[in-house]
C-alpha cells in the first residue's frame, strides 16, 4: 500500500509523524505512490481496464467543473461556488470503493463527490442552476447538493459541520447492524473546529463505522494549514485513540488502493480510521477568488498543475503500459464533454421552483411511523432520488 500509516493510539500516531518528518507523503511525489512504480496497476491492484473507467470518470468531473465556471461567469449559477478541479483524484479513489449502500457526507467543494456517489450529472448540474430538477429541487445550490437515495448526505456550508453528522449516521448504522460505512470529507480548515473534536471522540468510544477524510490542500480558503496548527495534520485524531494514515490523492490508484483496503477494515468492525490525504486545488477557493491569489506562490500552483495533474498521472501511466492510445483518450474526452453539455442543456431547460416551494420542505412532519425525523422507514424526501 503506497502510505504511511499510523499505530492505532496517540503514541504511535505521534511517533510515526515526527519520524516521517512534516511532509511523509508530498501530493504528486513519483516515489510516495503507484506513479513511481515499476506497475502501477500490479502495485495498486487496479486492472487497467478498470483504472480507464476511473479516467473516464475523472475526464468526466473535469469538464464538468469546466462548464461549471462558464455558467457561473455568465450569471447561470449564483451564490457560492466552490470548484474541484486538481481535487478529481481524491473523489474517484475515495468513492469508487465504496459500494452503493455506503454513505458519504462532505463540505460545500462537492459537486463531483456527488456524480462519483451516483447523483446524475443532470441533477448535479440543475441544482447549480438553482432548477426544480436539481438534486436539491433547485433550493439548496452549490454547497447543498443532497441524495437520500444516493446515500449522498450533503453538502454542508459551515466548516466541520458535516463531522459530527457523519458521526451520527454512523451511529445509525451501526445501532441497525447494516454492513455499510461512512465515508466524511472535510477540509484541512475543518480539524480545528470543536465539533470535529466531540465527533472523534464519540465515533473512538462508539467504535463508528466512519473514515474521516480530510482533502488536504494546504490551504484553507487564504491561509496555510501551518499558519494555524503547530501540530501536523496526521495527529489530529491521535488523542482520540484512531488509526490515522495518510496517502497522496493526486494519485488515483495509490488512493483507490487505500480506501479499498481501508473500508473493508471499517466495514468488518475495525472501528473509525482518519486519513489525510494530500491533495491540491488548481482554482481559487471560489468562483470569487483569484486561481493563485497572494497566498501560495504562483511557482508552486504551476508546479503542481505541470507534475502532480491526477488525470495527467493516470494518463500517463496507461500509455507508459500501452493500455492508452491519443485516439482512445480523445474518444474518453468527447464523452466527458458530451455528458457535461448534457447537464448543461439539463439544467438550462430546467423550470425555476415557484413561489410554493417556499412552503415546502420548511417543517418537519410526523410520518406514518409516528416519527418526526426521517429514519429510513418514511419516505425518502422529495427530490432526493
Ligand atoms: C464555521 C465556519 N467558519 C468560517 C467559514 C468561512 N469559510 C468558508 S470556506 C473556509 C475555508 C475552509 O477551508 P478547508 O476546510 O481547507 O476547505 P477547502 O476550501 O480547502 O476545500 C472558511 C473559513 C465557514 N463557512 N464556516
Ligand atoms: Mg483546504
Not at 71 to 85: D, L, R, T, V
Not at 152 to 162: D, E, L
Not at 170 to 185: I, Q, S
Amino acid at each position: 500500500m503506497a502510505d504511511t500509516k499510523t499505530k492505532k493510539g496517540k503514541a504511535g500516531a505521534v511517533d510515526s509523524a515526527k519520524s516521517k518528518g512534516k511532509d511523509a507523503v508530498e501530493p504528486g511525489r513519483a516515489e510516495n505512490g503507484a506513479r513511481g512504480a515499476k506497475d502501477p496497476f500490479k502495485a495498486s491492484g487496479v486492472p487497467p481496464e478498470q483504472a480507464l473507467d476511473i479516467l473516464q470518470d475523472m475526464l468526466l468531473y473535469r469538464r464538468f467543473e469546466e462548464r461549471v465556471e462558464e455558467a457561473y461567469a455568465i450569471g447561470k449559477i449564483g451564490g457560492f461556488c466552490h470548484i474541484h478541479i486538481g481535487q478529481e483524484g481524491v473523489a474517484a479513489g475515495t468513492i469508487q470503493p465504496l459500494v452503493e449502500d455506503d454513505y458519504v457526507i462532505s463540505a460545500y467543494r462537492e459537486h463531483t463527490q456527488a456524480i462519483a456517489k451516483g447523483v446524475e450529472p443532470n441533477a448535479v448540474m440543475a441544482e447549480l442552476f438553482g432548477r426544480v430538477d436539481g438534486a436539491s429541487g433547485g433550493k439548496g445550490g452549490s454547497m447543498h447538493i443532497f441524495s437520500a437515495a444516493r446515500r449522498f448526505m450533503g453538502g454542508h456550508g459551515i466548516v466541520g459541520g458535516q463531522v459530527p453528522l457523519a458521526a451520527g449516521i454512523a451511529w445509525k448504522v451501526k445501532y441497525r447492524k447494516e454492513p455499510n460505512v461512512v465515508l466524511c470529507f472535510m477540509g484541512d480548515a475543518a480539524v480545528n473546529q470543536g465539533g470535529f473534536h466531540e465527533a472523534m471522540n464519540m465515533a473512538a468510544v462508539w467504535e463508528l463505522p466512519a473514515i474521516f477524510v480530510v482533502e488536504n490542500n494546504k490551504y484553507g480558503m487564504g491561509t496555510a494549514f501551518d499558519r494555524v496548527s503547530t501540530t501536523d495534520m496526521i495527529t489530529k485524531a491521535a488523542p482520540y485513540g484512531i488509526e490515522a494514515s495518510t496517502v497522496n490523492g493526486q494519485d488515483v490508484l495509490a488512493t483507490y488502493a487505500h480506501f479499498r483496503d481501508l473500508a473493508e477494515e471499517v466495514r468488518n468492525g475495525g472501528g473509525p480510521r482518519f486519513v489525510d490525504v494530500k491533495c491540491y486545488r488548481f482554482r481559487g477557493h471560489s468562483m470569487s477568488d483569484p486561481v493563485s491569489g497572494t497566498y501560495r506562490p504562483t511557482e508552486e500552483l504551476e508546479e503542481m498543475k505541470e507534475g502532480a495533474d491526477p488525470i495527467a498521472v493516470l494518463r500517463g501511466q496507461l500509455m507508459d503500459a500501452g493500455h492508452l492510445d491519443k485516439e482512445a483518450l480523445e474518444a474518453m474526452d468527447v464523452e466527458a464533454r458530451r455528458i457535461s453539455q448534457e447537464a448543461v442543456d439539463f439544467a438550462d431547460a430546467s423550470p425555476q421552483p415557484g413561489p410554493e416551494a417556499l412552503y415546502a420542505h420548511v417543517w418537519a412532519e410526523i410520518n406514518e411511523n409516528g416519527r418526526l425525523f426521517f429514519d429510513g422507514r418514511g419516505q425518502a424526501p422529495e427530490g432526493g432520488g
